[in-house]
């Protein structure tokens, strides 16, 4: 079992940038992939940045490429979505999730889920 704690979201401007942070507990985070999802009311979850176990693989939306970076320190079990340059479309309820070390999560087979927090972009 893995529990996922999010921190860092907020309301922001326009432009501005934020860094969410995933905290894990339980096993070993490093063995897992890991990924960022976002969802707006009426809509799916979707994935906007996820790694594989190693980071060899790696996957970012169309939406937040270039602007959005995830990165890991397994040694602190911790997992961060760098976002910069962020619109008001960027507005979410922002979910880490962690699952099959060796693939791209996908939103219907995630086995481990943040309860989400919520970032706010106001143009």
């Known amino acids: 079992q893995v529990q996922l704690e999010e921190s860092g979201g907020g309301l922001v401007q326009a432009g501005d940038s934020l860094r969410l942070s995933c905290v894990a507990s339980?096993?070993?985070?490093?063995?897992?992939?890991v990924g960022w999802f976002r969802q707006t009311p009426g809509k799916e979850r979707e994935l906007v940045a996820g790694a594989n176990w190693s980071g060899s693989t790696t996957y970012y939306s169309d939406s937040v490429k270039g602007r959005f970076t995830l990165s890991r320190d397994n040694a602190q079990n911790t997992v961060y979505l760098q976002m910069n340059s962020l619109k008001p479309e960027d507005t979410a309820v922002y979910y880490c999730?962690?699952?099959?070390?060796?693939?791209?999560?996908?939103?219907?087979?995630?086995?481990?889920w943040g309860r989400g927090i919520q970032v706010t972009v106001s143009s």
């Open positions: 999730a962690a699952g099959n070390p060796d693939n791209i999560l996908l939103p219907t087979t995630v086995p481990y």
């Open positions: 339980g096993r070993t985070f490093g063995s897992y992939a």
